[in-house]
């Protein structure tokens, strides 16, 4: 084949290699991972990431190589045909099986973190997704939800640091998906169903609550705000609500149900 | 190479073309029975959809790179009244419509029904398809779809807007997508008949090459091409009736109001939805029942051509034929239950996702088998190609191995995708991914012939 081509098919494991080595720099990466469980999920990435590019990269200088050394017009020697090699295929069926089964085993433990070992705490709040807006409910100062006392609040999710969180999702009308980046949480919310969504964050701030599933044209901007904070803060704000809600006689938010 | 029946349609049309008949004009070129006739149709109206698709993509490009900016001359013409930008709801119709027109109107018509009806007869030496009546009827079913998905750009609200996925209840509740009248209703309707075309195909495929081999092309003989296109007619054959089934639904739950995917107390737009009792998730559930298996159906029988072309232009028997034989027949029977591995997040039980984990990692082996090992040794024979037909080949690997099938991909996907924010990537990776195989079917449309006699 042409060199030129050949080395037009070098420069894909080069630039793919050089795209990944640019771009943590760049900011063109996870976001910034605040949760108990999210290093086990970014660690699998890496982990998958270096296997999986070893392999891409070695098969691509495989194929440069085959392409740049038995050009047809300086390659003088007459063809040989081979007709396969048992060993080598047995061999390179069972060394990606290994592989395979060693994942598959490997990332149980992450999945069943996030999605099957629910905490034993009872529900903090309750996130009822809309076209296109979250709609939070906190059980109120008697603990308990479809009281009077419930604070309702609107793409404003405040949770407090370091406490194992229990969240519903519920949905009105059509699909959504909740999804925090930087706590590596993503559920999505189906009307007819109360889904459970835990997670514990170490670190406060303000975070993004985005929606990641089409839910009609004002998908884009389903956005709503994520608030860590302090016990305290987190009460002192919850008592505040309620307050404010209190002081204008009726709910802030009415339900619509 | 050659079909008795009928000329071939150059020589033909320069030979015949003065005094032929209209009659005869007619059952050679547009009611033709012959499979490369019927080949070069399905090839050029997929082109043309291609084309369609791919303007939708710049639209979607455009708003990408230049957010909220007006659109130069198709933003006059098309939406003066929002100072010619793209809004939201024209993008959403964008998106869906792109994905729908090149899944169901370009790679599987092209793969299967212009490479699998001109190249079938002709790589396993029958004269013809095995139902050449039926052959004609599968390229004509597809009309009513391009009639009807090119009507449903022009009903009021537009066209389909729910995601090519068309997922409950978005897809179904009237008023919960701009588009979610009439323009719903002409999509499903028009995927029908994609069905019915496909199945008609895929029945015709699977008979011509399990009956009308020539002697002495057994089954192990076979090019890979045909082997890929026969496990596509397969999987078409045994997917397709449920997401034809699901449509069904679908339809009966927007007209007549069933409510298959419906459930109670829905609130749309402050309004409540009177049908009830259904489950959302039944629909993902028989969509990717499909459209996962669809997968195989729009890159099977471009490996397969990837893997002659590259044999034949390295002049080397292809490295492992048989291991590749039997890797995409584990494909096709392990794709029937990874379907799952799209719904992670969707709300099913998490026990079953760590299932369909399983299954997914399993599925790799084969494509891995399949990718990582047969090509590049293959390669390693002396390449003597300076043909331009063999350049997309290599191309293809280096995209695939990037993007899509095999050992680079699954786990990742696995696990993780979907909790990471990387959805994106992944969307236009597998669409970049796909474009290759298209690229390279048809840029190899020269070099088949001397592909399929070397």
Redesign the interface.
């Known amino acids: 084949?042409?060199k030129f081509?050949c080395l037009l098919?070098l420069a894909?494991p080069v630039l793919?290699v050089a795209a990944f080595a640019w771009a943590p720099g760049a900011g063109y990466w996870?976001?910034r991972d605040i949760s108990d469980h999210g290093w086990q999920?970014?660690h699998?990435?890496y982990f998958?990431?270096t296997?999986?590019g070893a392999?891409?990269v070695a098969?691509?200088l495989?194929?440069f190589w085959?392409?740049w050394k038995?050009?047809?017009?300086t390659?003088t020697?007459p063809?040989r045909?081979?007709?396969?090699s048992h060993d080598v295929?047995v061999l390179?069926?069972l060394a990606?099986?290994a592989t395979?089964?060693f994942?598959?085993i490997y990332?149980?433990n992450?999945?069943?973190d996030?999605?099957?070992r629910q905490p034993d705490v009872p529900v903090l709040a309750e996130v009822t997704a809309?076209?296109f807006e979250w709609r939070i409910r906190y059980p109120g100062a008697d603990g308990r939800f479809d009281t009077l006392d419930d604070v309702h609040v609107v793409n404003d999710l405040h949770v407090p640091v370091d406490r194992d969180i229990l969240i519903t999702l519920k949905s009105?009308?059509?699909?959504h998906?909740f999804?925090l980046?930087n706590l590596?949480?993503?559920?999505?919310?189906?009307?007819?169903?109360k889904?459970p969504v835990w997670f514990r964050a170490r670190d406060v701030g303000e975070f993004d609550l985005v929606c990641?599933?089409?839910?009609?044209?004002?998908?884009?901007k389903m956005k709503g705000r994520l608030t860590v904070q302090s016990a305290s803060a987190f009460e002192q704000w919850l008592a505040e609500t309620a307050a404010a809600q209190e002081a204008t006689q009726e709910p802030e938010v009415e339900e619509?149900? | 190479m050659s079909s008795p029946a009928v000329p071939h349609p150059h020589a033909g049309a320069a030979a015949a073309a003065p005094a032929m008949p209209v009659a005869k004009f007619l059952a050679t070129y547009v009611f033709s029975r012959d499979h490369k006739v019927i080949g070069l149709q399905f090839l050029f109206s997929t082109l043309l959809w291609f084309i369609v698709g791919g303007l939708l993509a710049l639209a979607v490009r455009w708003q990408l790179a230049f957010p909220w900016q007006g659109m130069p001359i198709v933003g006059r013409l098309l939406f003066s009244a929002e100072g010619n930008q793209i809004s939201p709801e024209f993008y959403t119709m964008l998106f869906t419509m792109h994905a729908t027109v090149m899944i169901f109107f370009v790679i599987i018509p092209i793969l299967a029904g212009a490479f699998g009806n001109f190249l079938i007869p002709l790589m396993i030496g029958a004269d013809d398809m095995a139902f050449p009546t039926l052959n004609m009827l599968s390229y004509w079913v597809m009309w009513p779809a391009f009639v009807l998905m090119t009507i449903s750009f022009f009903v009021p609200g537009g066209a389909s807007a729910a995601g090519w996925t068309g997922y409950p209840p978005l897809s179904v509740t009237h008023g919960a997508a701009p588009a979610s009248h009439a323009g719903q209703t002409l999509w499903v309707l028009a995927l029908v008949f994609v069905g019915i075309s496909s199945m008609m195909g895929s029945v015709n495929y699977m008979t011509t090459i399990i009956q009308m081999r020539a002697p002495g092309m057994t089954m192990f003989r076979l090019p890979m091409t045909i082997w890929g296109m026969f496990i596509t007619a397969v999987l078409q054959a045994f997917a397709l009736p449920v997401l034809t089934a699901a449509l069904f639904m679908q339809l009966l739950d927007r007209t007549v109001r069933t409510g298959f995917f419906i459930p109670e107390g829905l609130v749309i737009n402050n309004e409540g939805v009177a049908a009830g009792g259904g489950q959302p998730l039944l629909w993902q559930h028989l969509f990717w029942f499909y459209s996962h298996p669809a997968v195989y159906i729009m890159i099977l029988p471009a490996m397969g051509m990837v893997s002659d072309i590259i044999s034949c232009f390295a002049r080397k028997p292809l490295f492992g034929y048989k291991p590749m034989v039997y890797s995409i027949c584990g494909i096709a029977g392990l794709g029937f239950i990874v379907w799952g591995h799209h719904m992670f997040m969707s709300g099913m039980n998490p026990a079953l996702g760590a299932m369909f984990m399983v299954s997914t990692i399993m599925i790799a082996l084969p494509s891995a088998v399949r990718h990582s090992t047969g090509w590049p040794r293959c390669g390693a024979a002396r390449s003597s190609s300076r043909r331009p037909c063999c350049l997309p080949c290599p191309s293809y690997r280096c995209s695939s191995s990037v993007g899509c099938p095999g050992f680079s991909w699954r786990p990742r996907r696995s696990t993780f995708s979907s909790t990471i924010p990387i959805s994106s990537w992944r969307t236009s990776t597998m669409c970049c991914s796909a474009a290759p195989p298209s690229a390279c079917s048809a840029a190899s449309i020269s070099g088949f012939p001397r592909c399929s006699a070397a």
């Open positions: 084949m042409n081509w098919f894909v793919g996870l976001p999920i970014d699998l990435f998958v990431l296997l999986t392999v891409f098969t691509e495989a194929l085959f392409a038995y050009d047809g017009r390659n020697q063809v045909f081979t007709h396969g295929e390179w069926t990606p099986a395979l089964v994942i598959a990332q149980m992450a999945w069943a996030v999605k099957m809309r076209q009105q009308d059509v699909l998906s999804f980046p590596r949480i993503k559920q999505d919310a189906v009307p007819g169903m889904i990641a599933e089409l839910c009609g044209w004002g998908h884009y619509s149900e």
